[in-house]
């Protein structure tokens, strides 16, 4: 389900005239209307819709008065915004090749008969749902012997292949799926466990010591403490209490060796997506709502949290000064603002002849969102009251009003009346979708095979004209050392005896501490690496130089010096010019001129590198 801010749990369906596509403004345009009830992403050119109503149901059972349910019907619209199928099936899935998996109501089952629907409504079914392992590639975490189905021994989970054999020993209390090579695992209970991670071949790389961890992904992962922890009682009933935990957490990054890359100093950071990590800052506040050790609260809810985002080396690029941020999703994250009312203190309230506490809101919440490039730049304007990520140019937005309406619901009496639809942000500034884009012609041809290499990392694609800072060379160079050599860099530090424990003053950064430790660099004066600082020729080339040297076991001195050639080369770069033009990494500017100094953008730090992978391995 696409994402409501701020308690989105009741939505009360209202009359909306239906609308025509709408050009808002340069850039982007409304192509769904704002007239359905739910909706979800855009999958292979296709998005569910749904019409209905949320209704209220009692739940004395639980830790509401009441809850709501959604009672209506999903159908699909295309690209275009043509409702291509009817709202009419119970539940509606994502398409994929050209179906998707719908249910449809059985007057004769307690659950829905599925089908399988193609892009023109066709359906086939009905079909059996479920899990095949062998269908999806990797390790699978299990609490049972996935041969025999016998539960493992005090229920510990280990992990199987999608033959059903079993690869990791049952040892964990809870263990997730493996993502970018490594995978969470918990030793002890929920409420006071603690996890780690793990490779493939279950070997601890990370030890089980963070009280909440999310999965690796672009090499890195969030980490988070609990720093603080107190128990609240709410008396709703007279018969009817409610008992909160408050905690205060600190999120931080980890890279694969377990290193702290960004210090566990926020409230809040997402998982790293295109480069960047929203993080947020709570100021030390209390985040009520965390049930037996598990965070769901929405941070939103308090007006002096602020919303920003990373980079992988921790620097802010984009300040905190959102109330709420999503996550980058092709090149776009949406962004907002509540310039109405937010969380305050504990309130009682009598209605329906019950009185209860609650925290209320003591004004109706205003919520506006839009979308940011990557460069923090608002592409869209916050207008909307709610919005979901980007996914094929297309993205989600609601257009409705927050007001009070009787109902005893715990938390807020504050809900939310809305519609949704889709705008396409096909134009508003959005990255090509042509890795190339940007490119000079020169350097395109050698980039593509580069990238078909596995040389070019994510923060290169489409930024080929900007000036590559040092630690995203750093990071260039090692991809080539692990690339050239098949081997971690950790393993060749084991194997070279290489102590990578020494960073530099500014940055812990592990492709940086391994530079300095082989002796490919040294930083600007051998305690700083000076990571944002700008990368020459020169400087490429003695790296590179270095590591066919220090790595490979290359003689670079005894190729003519860059100084019988080019008459601007300085005294310490001499060696591994004169090796760079021999392997025809580079023949300079011009016929007597190598341009030292000059800044070295993205694409010629691409260019360079693959230039020594096909001299090192042909």
Not at 41 to 49: H, L, Q, R, Y
Not at 97 to 123: H, Q, R
């Amino acid at each position: 389900m696409i994402r409501k801010k701020l308690i989105a749990f009741l939505m009360i369906t209202a009359m909306v005239a239906a609308l025509v596509p709408t050009a808002l403004a340069a850039g982007y345009e409304e192509v769904v209307p704002c007239k359905y009830d739910d909706v979800r992403e855009f999958s292979d050119g296709m998005a569910a819709v749904a019409v209905g109503e949320w209704v209220i149901v009692r739940d004395e059972t639980h830790d509401s008065i009441y809850s709501t349910n959604f009672e209506g019907s999903w159908g699909y619209v295309n690209s275009a915004g043509v409702q291509v199928i009817a709202p009419k099936y119970v539940n509606a899935g994502y398409f994929y090749n050209g179906k998707a998996i719908v249910g449809v109501y059985d007057e004769d089952l307690e659950y829905p008969s599925y089908y399988e629907v193609d892009k023109a409504g066709n359906e086939n079914g009905p079909i059996t749902v479920g899990w095949d392992p062998s269908s999806e590639p990797g390790l699978f975490p299990a609490n049972y012997d996935m041969s025999t189905g016998e539960l493992h021994a005090n229920g510990k989970f280990g992990y199987y292949d999608e033959k059903g054999n079993q690869v990791i020993a049952p040892k964990f209390d809870y263990a997730d799926y493996f993502s970018d090579g490594l995978a969470a695992v918990r030793i002890g209970n929920r409420e006071t466990g603690k996890w780690g991670f793990i490779d493939e071949t279950g070997s601890e790389v990370v030890p089980c010591k963070y009280d909440i961890v999310l999965s690796f992904s672009e090499g890195l992962a969030v980490v988070g403490v609990y720093k603080a922890l107190e128990t609240v009682k709410w008396t709703i009933t007279s018969e009817y209490t409610v008992s909160y935990d408050f905690i205060e957490s600190a999120y931080g990054v980890i890279d694969k060796t377990g290193k702290e890359i960004v210090p566990l100093e926020y409230g809040h950071i997402s998982s790293f997506s295109e480069g960047l990590a929203c993080v947020g800052n709570n100021y030390g506040g209390k985040q009520p709502g965390v049930f037996n050790g598990r965070l769901s609260y929405d941070p939103a809810n308090r007006p002096d949290w602020k919303y920003g985002f990373i980079d992988k080396t921790g620097k802010v690029v984009i300040p905190l000064k959102y109330n709420d941020a999503g996550d980058f999703s092709e090149g776009f994250a949406y962004v907002g603002n509540n310039s109405g009312g937010m969380y305050d203190e504990a309130t009682s309230i009598t209605e329906w002849g019950l009185t209860y506490n609650e925290f209320e809101p003591s004004r109706a919440p205003d919520w506006k969102y839009g979308y940011i490039d990557a460069a923090g730049r608002e592409v869209v304007p916050l207008q909307y009251s709610g919005a979901g990520n980007v996914s094929e140019g297309m993205a989600a937005v609601s257009k409705g009003e927050w007001e009070s309406l009787p109902w005893a619901i715990q938390g807020s009496r504050w809900f939310y009346t809305c519609k949704w639809g889709f705008i396409s942000l096909s134009g508003a500034a959005a990255p090509s979708t042509d890795p190339m884009s940007g490119a000079a012609q020169w350097a395109k041809d050698e980039l593509e095979q580069a990238m078909a290499s596995g040389l070019i990392l994510d923060e290169m694609t489409g930024n080929w004209a900007k000036p590559t800072d040092r630690l995203l060379a750093a990071e260039a160079i090692v991809r080539l050392i692990e690339t050239v050599t098949g081997k971690s860099i950790l393993e060749i530090a084991e194997e070279k005896g290489f102590d990578i424990r020494d960073s530099f003053s500014d940055t812990d950064n592990v492709a940086a501490t391994f530079l300095k430790a082989s002796g490919i660099s040294n930083g600007v004066d051998g305690v700083r690496y000076d990571t944002t600082g700008v990368f020459t020729r020169a400087q490429m080339v003695t790296m590179l130089g270095r590591m066919a040297k220090y790595i490979l076991g290359v003689d670079t001195a005894s190729f003519p010096k860059g100084s019988e050639r080019f008459s601007d080369v300085p005294e310490w770069a001499d060696e591994f010019v004169g090796w760079a033009g021999d392997a025809k990494i580079t023949q300079g500017v011009s016929a007597n001129e190598f341009n030292p100094d000059g800044t070295l953008e993205n694409q010629q730090t691409g260019v360079f590198a693959y230039r020594a992978y096909i001299h090192f391995c042909g």
